[in-house]
């Protein structure tokens, strides 16, 4: 039977570039927001370092993530018909852009790194992101987009009504 999913144009072994990359950009951007609101907090400047290293490794990763995205978009004609993937893809475009804002804003000395267009930045970021890896979520769990064919091989485990005894399994399977 052939594979009705849309598959990833960009993949290493299998995997969607996209999905090795996406969670880099998720943790960056989060994790700026929550050091923002400590630096705000605080006013120790660690905190405001850290934001700025934070944006700007998830603005690095969100591009290379970005660009195994558009590879798939424009490698697959499949993807392309699907509404998840086109909102995913703009979505990342803002994400993108007000990433790169932030990382400007972020180079200024201490206070006026963060409190409050840094803050404000990071937190609107954190917004749109969830929106978009949502979406990334719809475009793979709804839509299929980049998903495997179902494999012929068995189950490592069937399903059973006992419990199962996971050393026993591991050296029936070794």
């Given at each position: 039977m052939p594979h009705s999913h849309p598959r990833a144009t960009a993949r290493i072994a299998g995997i969607p570039i996209r999905a090795l990359l996406a969670p880099f950009p998720i943790v960056c951007f989060i994790g700026a927001l929550l050091t923002d609101i400590t630096y705000s907090r605080t006013a120790e400047m660690m905190w405001a370092d850290f934001?700025?290293?934070l944006v700007t490794v998830g603005l690095i990763m969100g591009g290379l993530a970005f660009i195994a995205t558009l590879v798939d978009f424009l490698g697959e004609p499949r993807v392309r018909v699907q509404t998840s993937v086109r909102i995913h893809l703009v979505g990342s475009v803002i994400l993108l852009v007000l990433a790169t804002f932030n990382m400007f804003i972020?180079?200024?000395d201490a206070w006026t790194s963060v409190v409050p267009c840094g803050l404000t930045l990071s937190a609107i970021i954190v917004v749109i992101l969830l929106i978009t890896e949502w979406m990334g979520f719809v475009m793979i769990f709804r839509d299929g987009v980049g998903v495997s064919a179902p494999s012929s091989r068995p189950l490592l485990i069937e399903n059973r009504?006992?419990?199962?005894?996971?050393?026993?399994?591991?050296?029936?399977?070794?």
């Open positions: 934001s700025a290293w972020h180079t200024h009504s006992q419990p199962v005894d996971v050393t026993q399994e591991v050296l029936r399977l070794g």
